[in-house]
């Protein structure tokens, strides 16, 4: 084996292991997350790492159609985004949530 194998070879564990800490950080900020921005935003990440995943398989198994798959993951994710910022710029949201929050931290702060 040339050390160019084993760099790589040595390269995609670590990204791999780097990968998969991110992904467990990211669903604790998911469920935990305090509001939906917070919530939509994780889910945008860990499009972002399932494309990072994609890609090391990629190079790992030599297959050029997970980058196919990749882009196509990121199109989607995109698009979910986009979604969702029309969906908090709209007023339904302002009405549905926005108030409801509001009426909560009131009341919390009258029990004070």
């Known amino acids: 084996m040339s050390d160019g194998t084993t760099f790589l070879e040595i390269a995609e564990l670590v990204s791999i292991a780097i990968l998969s800490i991110s992904f467990l950080l990211t669903v604790v900020r ?31 198994t030599g297959y050029t159609l997970y980058l196919d798959i990749a882009i196509a993951l990121g199109l989607v994710g995109f698009l979910a985004t986009v979604a969702f910022a029309r969906f908090v710029m709209s007023r339904r949201y302002e009405e549905e949530f926005v108030q409801e929050d509001n009426a909560t931290y009131t009341m919390e702060r009258s029990d004070d």
Do not use: K
């Open 30 to 60: 998911v469920v935990i997350g305090p509001s939906l921005p917070d919530r939509v935003l994780g889910l945008d990440m860990l499009v972002t790492i399932g494309i990072g995943f994609i890609a090391v398989i990629g190079i790992r």
